[in-house]
């Protein structure tokens, strides 16, 4: 086993009765609840992979406490995790609140040595992820998803910062290794190998497991991408931005958990959320009470998908022309009218190789989520395993097509075609 986490004097993981006394002395938090601690209701409610996650109400508001443990909380105490992953969060979503106001939650208090974040509750907001197992459409999701990564990758790009700025955000986040290991691993190398952790529905999918790891091709292609994730440092990354790390009503949007922020590529948070839609897009046939009931919201969430993909670009794009403060691109270089002519073609094969990456990222998400450790209950809340296999044999082969051929996916339109003919097409695993 490997060694424990050795956690700073004073850390202790929470419980509710020693949380009460721990917030009833932060005068923020005391005013926000109002009331006494004996007024004052805790509950335990985290249901992620990681962390302890409390909700706090008192007689006039509630709070949010997160709190990291010394390991992953899905495995127990055999994986230790360090609590560090607290300060990344907190300095993300310090970092994310300056560049798009309240698209995340607001921070009441942070304690590094307890590893503990008190935030604003979130309320009536539910996680995305269940409120697309349920069919719920949120017009509002597509604006604001655009605006949290076109604002937060553009603004941290060589193309708005000065190099040394640049650099100094590397250096902030250069420490988040242990989670980007994960990444590393449970995205990048295990579901393409013999890995302790992977798990699929099984018998139905084992050839596919079997076929993933013998498929040279993929391997090489996985691969380019783990490597562009390793040296690419081209933004600050939210590192996990899939629709469980979203809170949502049909007016209001917050991402939250940025605790796998660290400087990569923007393709990697871009293609978390289309890996996201297409994976709900493809688990409905699960869901749907009868064939068919489904269809319109699965339309919908294509052309949101589209939509987030298109506004996307357009935002990222006008900001470069409206903000071009970084030392990429030197104003110098590009004068008078040719200049901005030959900059602005320049903007568009940008555009393309960003693209490009956040095809193969989806991708990568796509098969994780299917042969990997950490699934989606989007697949895996449906009970009937031929059914859910037939959903997931649809998400793997899709995604190994945009993955090994991704040149046949040029467009978002092209993305969504496919999803299409693939669920039309492909009748069962
Ligand atoms: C062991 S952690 C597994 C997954 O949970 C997080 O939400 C990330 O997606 C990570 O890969
Ligand atoms: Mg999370």
Known sequence: MPA???TPDGYLPQKPETLAAYLSGIEAVRRILGGTP???TIAEVGDGNLNLVFIVKGPEGGVAVKQALPYVRLVGESWPLPLSRAHFE?????????LTGNLVPKIHHYDEILALIVMELLEPHI???RGMIAGVEYPRFAEDISSFMARTLYFTSDLALTASAKKALIAAFAGNTALCKITEDLIFTDPYRVAELNRWTSPQLDGYAARWRED???KVAVSRLKLKFLSSAEAMLHGDLHTGSIMLTTEDTRVIDPEFAFMGPMGFDVGAIMANFLINFFAQDGHEAQPGARESYRAWVLATLEQIMTSFRTKFLQLWRENATGDAYPASLFQGAEGEARLEVERHAYMDRLWADTVGFAAAKMIRRVLGLAHNIDLEWIADPDRRASCEARVLTLARDMMVNSGRYPTIASVTEAARAMRRDM???
């Open 38 to 40: 004996e007024k004052w």
């Open 4 to 6: 424990k986490i050795a």
């Open 127 to 129: 996680i995305m992820r």
């Open 427 to 429: 009748k069962s695993y």
């Open 90 to 98: 907190h300095m993300a979503l310090s970092e994310q609140a300056r």
């Open 216 to 218: 040279g091709d993929l």
